[in-house]
C-alpha cells in the first residue's frame, strides 16, 4: 500500500512520457513526474520518495524531501491566506493548507508556525493544524523522571514555555529553568523533572542531580579555555552573573565547579577560578 504523506520505497515500473509509474508490488502505482526523474535508473529499481496530492488531487512522488511529513510537528511558513484557509510553505511544489478551523489564532502571510501534519479522513488530503496540543495526550504516558527526551518548543505560557515531548505529550519548562534563548519550533533534548500527579510533566533542559555534574564541568572547561583560562565567576557570584556568563543556575554552577576542584582541574581564587 502507498502512503499518502510518507516515505516510500517503490519499484519503477515504466518508463512513460510524463515520468515514471512506480509500485509497491501489490496494485498501487503512483507517478514520478520527469522533473525528479533521475538521470540513470533501470526498470525494477527501487527509489525512496514522498508520496502527496498534487494540485489536481492525484497522488504524486517527488525525491524532494519536505519539512514536515504525516505525523510530525514542524514550524512552517504561511505563504498566502485566502477565503478557504492558509497556504504553507513545506518545500514541495503544492503548498500544504491548513484550514481556518485548525488555526489557533489567525494566520497571517509572511509568519511562521509551528503546525501537525496529518491526513483529514473525510476529504483524505493533508492538512496542517496548529492546535498542536489536541495531537498530545497525557493519560498514557511513556515516559517517567530522569528519562531523556526529545523536545519541540510550542508556546510560552505565564510560567515558562510549553513544550512536545517526544511527539506524544505535553510538558512544561519553567522560567526558572530557562538559561538560554529558546524559541517556538527549537528542537532540543531535554530531561523529564518531575512526574506530577495528573500526568502533567516537569521538563529541564539540563540534566538533573548527578548527572549533571559532567555536561555542565565539560563546558565551564571549554569556556576557560575559551578565556585565556580564567573566569571572573565563584560561590559569591550572583546567579545572574553566572546566567549571563554561562547560561546556568548557580546551583549547577557550584556542583561543577566542585568537581572540577575535586578533580584538580582548577584553582579558586578570591576573584574567580582559573584553569590548571
Given at each position: ?40 535508473f533501470e526498470i525494477g529499481e527501487k527509489l525512496e520518495v514522498f508520496v502527496y496530492l ?86 498514557e504516558l511513556t515516559v517517567q523522571q530522569f528519562d531523556e527526551v526529545d523536545l519541540i ?29 529558546i524559541s517556538v519550533g527549537d528542537r532540543l533534548k531535554g530531561v523529564v523533572k518531575k ?82
Open positions: 500500500m502507498i502512503h499518502l504523506g510518507e516515505y516510500n520505497t517503490l519499484e519503477i515500473l515504466r518508463d512513460t512520457e510524463p515520468g515514471l509509474f512506480l509500485g509497491d508490488g501489490e496494485e498501487g502505482e503512483v507517478l514520478l513526474p520527469n522533473r525528479y526523474v533521475p538521470e540513470d498534487d494540485n489536481e488531487e492525484r497522488p504524486v512522488a517527488t525525491t524532494d524531501k519536505p519539512f514536515i511529513k504525516k505525523g510530525d510537528f514542524a514550524l512552517l511558513r504561511c505563504n498566502e491566506v485566502t477565503k478557504f484557509g492558509a497556504f504553507l510553505d513545506w518545500g514541495l511544489v503544492k503548498e500544504l493548507f491548513c484550514p481556518f478551523k485548525e488555526q489557533a489564532f489567525k494566520m497571517k502571510s509572511g509568519g511562521w508556525y509551528l503546525v501537525y501534519c496529518y491526513l483529514d479522513e473525510d476529504t483524505e488530503r493533508l492538512v496542517a493544524s496548529s492546535k498542536t496540543n489536541r495531537f498530545l495526550d497525557n493519560k518548543v510550542s508556546h510560552p505560557s505565564e510560567i515558562g514555555m510549553n513544550v512536545i515531548v517526544n511527539k506524544k505529550h505535553l510538558g512544561l519548562v519553567f522560567k526558572d529553568d530557562i538559561y538560554k534563548d512526574v506530577r500527579h495528573d500526568n502533567k510533566l516537569d521538563i529541564s533542559l539540563n540534566q538533573i542531580g548527578y548527572r549533571n555534574i559532567e555536561p555542565n564541568a565539560e563546558f565551564i572547561l571549554n569556556e576557560l579555555k575559551d578565556n585565556s583560562g580564567f573566569l571572573p565567576l565563584h560561590d559569591k557570584s550572583s546567579p545572574e552573573d553566572i546566567k549571563e556568563h554561562l547560561q546556568m543556575s548557580k546551583k549547577a554552577f557550584k556542583k561543577a565547579v566542585g568537581s572540577l576542584y575535586k578533580d584538580r582541574l582548577i584553582t579558586i581564587e578570591e576573584n574567580g577560578i582559573r584553569l590548571v
